[in-house]
């Protein structure tokens, strides 16, 4: 750890005032170590150089640990907060990498309440962040845009927190549904059973359904866990699960320590610089069309089907 300039002292003790205003519980010396990255003694005295600023800081009583809590018991100094037009900004930018309908919705509603918070500095705020974002940008992504409104995302949830049935044409054929989930990936997927289908779980287009309805009839979603289900497979497909085993060329090793797989990965650095990846999921088309980005530096060590498949789809690709 290393002691900081007073510049960056005065600094970091104002964030700390905004840190425990966030903290309805206050904070812990073990908080402001980390937080900062700084000694016990140097936590204490930032807490300390707070105390005799704020005299509205004090112990508060946690029951859940043996920690000592501080924290504000004046709510008013949360006016002192304030928004600069880069954090408004890289907000903005996020508007750009966000799929899902409801969670933009969200983030616009987010930055409108934060420009609304800085009126008095509205027009200069509003000129940097223009600014802002005409210089810093996010490289395209190459991916699909499918429509999913915001009243069909509202009413699939709607349908999801009470066991309601829905039903909706898919596939020129009228279902009735029993929504257990949503899986967001180049497409949002409905995660339900079929009443027709018996007790069988399966992932539907969303964008596909059409004339979508909710009924009054309730079923019993049996207490799933979307996100075990989630994480059986390699993205949204799924069926056989694989013991994969993966080795990576060093030439790609530093990317591939840094590279999140899948939940169930074990990701390990052999002598020869080598990185082998192991997981487990389903999915096979889905690993495939992954590793296929690896390129040369990618072999598939496990499962023989996997790698078979592998190969038949690189052979399959035409080059004339």
Not at 175 to 195: H, M, N, Q, S
Request: glycine share 4%; hydrophobic share 35%; aromatic share 10%.
């Amino acid at each position: 750890m290393e002691e900081k300039p007073r510049y960056s002292r005065v600094s970091d003790i104002l964030d700390l005032m905004t840190f425990m205003l966030s903290r309805v519980q206050g904070v812990t010396i073990a908080d402001i170590m980390e937080r900062y990255n700084v000694s016990r003694r140097t936590a204490e005295r930032m807490r300390d150089s707070l105390l005799n600023i704020f005299p509205d800081v004090e112990e508060i009583e946690v029951s859940q640990d043996d920690y000592k809590h501080w924290g504000f018991s004046n709510r008013s100094y949360s006016r002192l907060v304030s928004f600069t037009p880069e954090e408004a900004a890289n907000l903005e930018q996020l508007k750009d990498v966000v799929d899902n309908p409801k969670s933009l919705n969200y983030l616009n509603k987010t930055i409108e309440k934060i420009k609304a918070l800085s009126s008095k500095h509205h027009t200069t705020m509003e000129d940097e962040i223009e600014m802002l974002l005409h210089t810093e940008g996010f490289a395209i992504r190459q991916r699909p845009n499918y429509s999913v409104n915001f009243e069909t995302l509202t009413l699939i949830r709607d349908a999801i927190r009470d066991s309601r049935v829905i039903t909706g044409g898919y596939h020129n054929k009228q279902r009735r549904l029993e929504p257990l989930g949503l899986i967001y990936g180049e497409k949002t997927y409905l995660v339900a059973k079929e009443l027709a289908k018996g007790d069988g779980i399966y992932n539907y287009i969303l964008h596909k359904i059409k004339d979508l309805r909710i009924t009054n009839e309730y079923f019993d979603n049996e207490d799933f866990d979307l996100e075990s289900y989630s994480k059986r497979s390699f993205g949204v497909f799924q069926g056989e699960i694989y013991d994969v085993k993966l080795v990576f060329s060093p030439a790609v090793a530093e990317d591939i320590l840094c590279y999140n797989f899948h939940p169930t990965q074990n990701i390990e650095k052999q002598s020869d610089g080598s990185v082998v990846v192991t997981f487990q999921a389903s999915g096979e088309r889905e690993i495939i069309w992954h590793l296929f980005k690896w390129g040369k530096h990618v072999k598939i060590i496990a499962p023989l089907k996997l790698k078979e498949t592998y190969k038949d789809y690189i052979r399959s690709i035409d080059l004339t």
